[in-house]
């Protein structure tokens, strides 16, 4: 793993390095005041800084101390500390404060980034000795909803999903596009993309809001569209929170059904599986939601499932074993109303009858659709109860284009990966032009293959604290260098999703022809560089740093 510059990391509980930091810190100040010495430079010193903020008058509040909580994050392998926090009540309240910090210019090296909830992996939300904004205090303005021929409820960016679900749920209606977990918020998904199992059908989240109200890293406060201010909108969505901190989302809505008819199937073919998975993607009348999953040598798999799923053939199912197999699952639910229960069971066995699974591998349920959608959260509950969930996870996802992803399933299920135990690896096509608004998704910052269909592939380990064998970080997180390493010997045309990278040399590779249009959005709406520093894009112009 390699040092960031200009950043300083450690690994989780390591008191050792906790008193390291402290040395360096001391160090840093002793840096800055040779810096003050220096005739053009006069960086402020941090108590300073800490009393000017404590003067703006916002209606929220700071806190300087007690930080470990946003020095985390759910990947549990970096931790930043940051010198305040901020837990604003309005929009102004962090426009002000980053109007205050670009009005200091260059005179400091203060950073900002916008905390959602934490649910990045590699420090994207944290600060090293910034102000942290805490995205779930901002309250306002309260959900509003319009119902009418195109609903749509305008939140606060730091509102849950799942918030947003019960609330448009009381109104018969529900947002389109999700991801696999609720518990984010809209302004963190947003700044990423939004992927789960609709996204073929309706794009990711980012394809499904219709305005934003934006605080760029000059402290201003600009709404946007697709018709006012589009390339700020455009910019924004994906844009991983370089260009501004997202205060208000307007959510595209659509009716929503009361229940789901959730089905599984095994394929030991990946050419079979891809093929059905696209054949799926690609035709009209299909299912609601289609991903899908890789599992490499697992016992008593099927017997598994029986606490959600029932089997179609329950004695042949028994008969079915899973050990020692590369097998793939195709997870498809298909959304309905209970009157239309004769219908839609009709219009599944005609989907079905079109695929070629292992016939007696075909598992059904039928649940809620507040119990499908919210259905890694029952998983979470269950891990928080052996003390699982808090651990690191070293998480890895992949855009990979269709014409590829044969010789990838090929080199590395089974090769470079050869069992599953460490966390699901999700795989599943989308269908770039089918999105309703397609010519959206190529303006977003989103970053994906050149290809109209490609495959997201989450690699979704966890790792074992303190673990050096198998299950431990360092070995998960060498298997997943080694299926980069793969990607980019094999010329794959695979793009990161959630992407990390700690230069900005590997950043222009990974925007390619974009970079340009990406680099001068931030030269536009944050020329500071104060925003969303865990990123590691765009460096903070400062006095101190050009020492
Ligand atoms: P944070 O981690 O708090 O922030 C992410 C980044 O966005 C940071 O750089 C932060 O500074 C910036 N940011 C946060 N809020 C704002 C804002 N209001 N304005 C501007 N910038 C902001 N993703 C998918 O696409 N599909 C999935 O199915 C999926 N499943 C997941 C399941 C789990 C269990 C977890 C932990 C993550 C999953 N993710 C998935 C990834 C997730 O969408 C991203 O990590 C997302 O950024 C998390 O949202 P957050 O609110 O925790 O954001």
Known sequence: MKSPPTHFFFKHNSMLLRCLIFILGICSINRSNICCDQPFANPLSFSVIQSSLKQLKIEGYFSFKN???????????????????????????????IKHIFDMGTTTDLTVAARGHGHSVEGQAQAYKGVIISMESLRAPV?????????????????????????SLKLGLTPKSWTDYLHLT??????????????????????NVYQLEVVTGKGEVITCSEEQNADLFYGVLGGLGQFGIITRARIALQPAPKKVKWIRVLYSDF????????????????????????????????????????????????KFSSEGKVLYCLEVAKYFNPEETTNTDQNIDALLSKLNYIESTLFQSEVSYVEFLDRVHISEMKLQEKGLWDVPHPWLNLLIPKSKIHYF??????????????????????????????????????????????????FLSSAMPSSTGKDGLEHILDKNKKILNFCQKAHIGMKRYLPHYTTQEDWKVHFGPRWETFARRK?????????????????????LQQQ
Not at 143 to 167: C, K, Q
Not at 188 to 194: D, K, P, V
């Open 67 to 97: 930080f470990d909580h946003v020095a985390k994050d759910f990947g549990n392998i970096y931790h930043f500390l940051p010198s305040a926090v901020l837990y604003p009540k309005s929009v102004s309240d962090i426009s002000s404060t």
């Open 143 to 167: 959900m509003r909803f319009h119902t009418g021929e195109l609903p749509f409820v305008d939140v606060s960016a730091g509102e849950l999903w799942i918030n947003i679900l019960h609330e």
């Open 186 to 207: 809209v302004g963190g998904t947003l700044s990423n993309a939004g992927i789960s199992g609709q996204a073929f059908k309706h794009g990711p989240q980012t394809n």
């Open 271 to 318: 050419s079979t599986f891809s093929n059905d998975q696209e054949q799926l993607i690609s035709s009209k009348d299909s299912f609601d939601y289609i991903e899908g999953f890789v599992i490499i040598n697992r016992t008593g798999l099927l017997n598994n499932w029986r606490t959600t799923f029932n089997p179609k053939d329950p004695l042949l199912a028994r």
């Open 409 to 458: 399933a090929q080199e590395v299920f089974g090769k470079i990966l050869t069992d599953t135990s460490h966390g699901p690896i999700l795989i599943y096509p989308v269908n770039k032009s089918k999105y309703s608004n397609h010519h959206h998704s190529h303006r977003t910052s989103m970053v994906t293959p050149e290809e109209d269909i490609m495959y997201l592939i989450a």
């Open 523 to 543: 030269s536009t709406y944050d020329p500071l560089a104060i925003l969303a520093p865990g990123q590691r894009i765009f460096k903070r112009a400062s006095l």
